[in-house]
């Protein structure tokens, strides 16, 4: 199966893009049988939807049977290197995921009433993937992106908010449109308060008696 290659035009030249979450459709007819312990073998999170066995062209004619996967990574990935776990169960070709949580309500067409529904009970997630917060209401999602971006911003020693665009903008998708559209201000804040705690404390420390 070919992985098709994406480019940038960064300033350093051409180059595959990397990302940690990408996505591609199984088919029943095709995959192996076993192909669920196929994808946990890899190790990583990952879900399916539900056996999307409704859907309809828009001729009015019935879609082939099939499953959407999501698959994520902890570190970014290139498309052949996601390509791999892709071709093991016979799935198309990957294709990056812009974001987890629209693409996990896309799975049961949460937000397309015009499309067959699927039950959320039905949505599977494998390696610890935890899907509840992408089928919550937007503002409680937004929440939780924020807190898990003060988290990372914590974890890593973060205190400029360009630091933590520039990473969202490569590898979190979500962090990336939550912070494009809703929460920018407040992460903002935070991180300004932050810095500057960090910055008397240091000075305190460095003091000496006389």
């Known amino acids: 199966m070919t992985v098709y290659h994406m480019s940038t035009s960064k300033s350093s030249g051409n180059k595959t ?4 979450t990408y996505t591609c459709i199984v088919y029943p007819d095709s995959a192996p ?5 196929i994808i946990d073998g890899y190790h990583i999170e990952w879900a399916a939807s539900p056996l999307h066995d409704r859907d309809i062209n828009a001729d009015g004619s019935a ?3 099939h ?3 999501l698959l994520c990574w902890d570190s970014v990935k290139t498309p052949e290197q996601a390509g791999e776990v892709a071709q093991a169960v016979n799935g198309t070709i990957v294709q990056p995921v812009q974001s987890v949580r629209a693409l996990l309500r896309y799975m049961c067409h949460l937000d397309n009433p015009d499309k067959a529904q699927y ?5 599977e997630t494998h390696g610890g993937l935890d899907a509840s917060s992408a089928l919550r209401t937007a503002d409680v999602a937004v929440s939780v992106l924020v807190r898990d971006m003060l988290s990372w911003c914590r974890d890593n020693g973060v205190t400029e908010l360009c630091d933590l665009m520039d990473y969202a903008a490569e590898c979190e998708p ?3 449109d939550a912070l494009l559209h809703s929460c920018a201000y407040v992460v903002g804040q935070y ?3 932050r810095r500057y705690k960090l910055e ?9 008696d006389e």
């Open 17 to 20: 893009r990397r990302t940690r």
């Open 33 to 37: 049988d076993n192909w669920r312990d």
């Open 63 to 65: 879609k082939k049977p």
């Open 67 to 69: 499953w959407h996967v």
């Open 119 to 123: 039950d959320k009970a039905m949505l």
């Open 174 to 176: 979500d962090w990336w």
């Open 191 to 193: 991180l300004k308060s």
């Open 200 to 208: 008397m404390q240091a000075l305190q420390g460095g003091r000496t």
